[in-house]
């Protein structure tokens, strides 16, 4: 779909609205250079494009496919292909919506191909178009309308990760355990977003060499260049940071399963004892409750009974406990001590001084 179809010259648009492609192609010859834009185009209208601009079949194929780096193409013709990542944080969805345009940057004219709908470029058009002066450098002012752009829309994405990194931190170092697919997230985020950004310096770099851009935009992609460097460097640290927190957060979870390895392990030791004191006493009752002789005649006075059974229910008891403090007043075995050196090279140095 074609947003936009302009004719350039002497640093003013030539007309009100958008113009045929046939029209826009037949321009170029006239002097200044023609934009269009276009947002996810189909076969068709691509190739309806290539037909009137005469633009090169690979760089066309480029156009139609996503990419996961920013590069730059130039042709045998003398057109050059950039293509760009934008970016975009969703507060919602709080994810990173990304998209992508494809420059064909020649001396009469310019496309652009969007994708995604992190590629909106009006701003950057209506910008250009108050800045006549810059606009009478040609077609190439609007490649720099374009990644001053982009870059700057960069700088809220880094903003808002590093909001999200330090939840999680405060998170992880406060001693409880974040979500472990949350850091995952914001990780690979943060990997895509600087796939995005890093290989973009290479393009940019490229336009600051002699001869590439004219001596009176050479300011204004020196400024891009900052800003971008900036940029890489902070989501190259975040990165890192983000690795440094998820082994951090696994620390914790470990920690945490220790925690309660030690609770399960103290309530088992309880029900073991419990169970210790019962045992005894049970064999003590049931043997005691069986119908034998002896015991049916023998057993005829309260004192007897008295004797026989309590006295038999207290005796193990006690014998039970004296051998549980018996056993917790006996000190664990050391445990023998290891030397970190090596006994070959202990040798070694002995050898060595003698």
């Known amino acids: 779909m074609i947003v936009d179809c302009a004719h350039y010259r002497d640093g003013r648009r030539q007309h009100e609205g958008a113009m045929p492609l046939e029209q826009a192609a037949a321009r170029c010859a006239q002097g200044g250079f023609v934009w269009l834009g276009m947002f996810e185009p189909g076969p068709a209208e691509l190739a309806r494009v290539r037909e009137c601009f005469g633009l090169h079949e690979l760089a066309v194929e480029d156009a139609r496919a996503f990419h996961l780096r920013p590069k730059a193409e130039q042709y045998e013709d003398g057109t050059e292909l950039i293509i760009l990542r934008t970016a975009r944080y969703d507060d919602e969805r709080e ?14 004219f310019v496309i652009t191909v969007r994708q995604g ?5 009006s701003g950057a058009r209506s910008r250009l178009e108050r800045r006549p002066e810059l606009l009478r450098a040609g077609s190439v002012s609007t490649l720099w309308a374009i990644l001053d752009q982009v870059v700057d829309g960069y700088a809220p994405v880094v903003a808002e990760l590093e909001r999200d990194i330090e939840q999680i931190e405060a998170t992880v170092f406060s001693g409880a355990v974040a979500p472990t697919e949350r850091i995952y997230s914001l990780r690979r985020e943060a990997t895509d977003f600087y796939r995005a950004v890093h290989p973009l310096l290479a393009v940019v770099t490229r336009r600051l060499q002699a001869g590439k851009t004219p001596a009176g935009l050479l300011p204004y992609f020196r400024d891009v260049h900052d800003h971008l460097l900036l940029v890489n460097e902070e989501v190259a640290a975040q ?14 979870i470990s920690v945490e399963q220790n925690k309660i390895n030690l609770r399960q392990s103290a309530t088992m030791e309880r029900l073991t004892i419990l169970a210790s004191v019962f045992l005894p006493l049970s064999f003590v009752v049931g043997f005691f409750g069986q119908n034998f002789d002896w015991l049916v005649t023998h057993i005829s006075s309260f004192t007897a009974f008295f004797v026989i059974t309590v006295c038999g229910l207290l005796l193990p008891c006690l014998l039970l406990y004296l051998w549980l403090r018996r056993r917790r007043g006996h000190p664990a075995p050391p445990v023998p ?15 060595g001084a003698r």
């Open 239 to 252: 990165r890192d940071l983000l690795a440094t927190v998820l082994e951090a957060n696994i620390a914790v």
């Open 95 to 108: 994810e990173i919506d990304t998209g992508e345009i494809s420059i064909f940057l020649a001396e009469h």
């Open 117 to 121: 709908i992190a590629s909106e470029l």
């Open 337 to 351: 001590e290891v030397s970190d050196a090596h006994p070959r090279a202990g040798r070694g140095e002995r050898a």
